[in-house]
């Protein structure tokens, strides 16, 4: 296993389209998360999974994204109606249950235009 | 994000000691980070620290730690080209990995 892998690496989009994201996770790990990046800010917390549970949003996840991770493995992040301020790098990241680091895949950068 | 804060820019000479600084809000942060980024990549996770350590040394890396004051430092001995990327700090409330990310240090190491 090489680590988190995320595709696609880049995806230019125009704006009112819908966009797909995925993740596949470290294999032995439980928790998933969602980051989103945005030009010369750090990563701010989107979404958390445990298993195929999503234990927690955040408000930053407005009514057109969603993510979901149906089988406990990999996770799809969707944006329906993309808008310009939907710009930026879209993390996703990885752990144990009980360890206290996370891996992070290399991530999406989404360009609406 | 807005409970981390770092200072936005350091350029260091090669060979030299970089260090990197950081104040944090809740004092109920249960571990705090430091992850490295280059352009284009990912995050990569460089060290962390237990919020009842004051310090913590990994080969050219030494993290301190003044939990009173809320300021979270890390330095890097013998800074080499190979170390110019983003660095930022983070910290977790307890052990779920949420993180709360400050808006990272751009370091450039200048010959």
């Known amino acids: 296993d090489t680590g988190v892998s995320q595709n696609p690496r880049h995806k230019i989009t125009k704006r009112g389209q819908n966009v797909t994201f995925r993740c596949d996770p470290i294999?032995?790990?439980?928790?998933l998360y969602w980051y989103r990046q945005t030009l010369g800010q750090g990563p701010e917390f989107l979404t958390y999974f445990q298993n195929e549970a999503q234990l927690e949003k955040s408000r930053l996840l407005s009514d057109r994204f969603s993510a979901e991770r149906p089988k406990g493995s990999f996770s799809t992040l969707e944006i329906q109606r993309t808008e310009q301020g939907d710009s930026a790098m879209y993390l996703c990241?990885?752990?144990?249950?009980?360890?206290?680091?996370?891996?992070f895949g290399q991530g999406t950068r989404l360009t609406v235009v | 994000g807005e409970d981390v804060e770092q200072s936005l820019f350091l350029s260091v000479r090669e060979g030299d000691s970089s260090v990197i600084n950081c104040t944090y809000t809740d004092s109920s942060s249960t571990y705090l980070y430091w992850y490295k980024q280059e352009p284009g990549a990912g995050l990569q996770l460089l060290t962390y620290i237990f919020s009842n350590m004051d310090m913590k040394q990994d080969q050219r890396l030494t993290v301190l730690l003044n939990k009173k004051d809320k300021h979270l430092s890390l330095r890097i001995a013998d800074t080499q080209t190979g170390d110019s990327a983003i660095y930022f700090c983070?910290?977790?409330?307890?052990?779920?990995?949420?993180?709360?990310f400050g808006a990272g240090t751009t370091v450039t190491v200048r010959a």
């Open positions: 294999s032995e790990h439980n928790r």
């Open positions: 990241a990885s752990s144990t249950g009980t360890g206290t680091e996370a891996f």
């Open positions: 983070a910290e977790s409330i307890r052990n779920d990995y949420k993180l709360s």
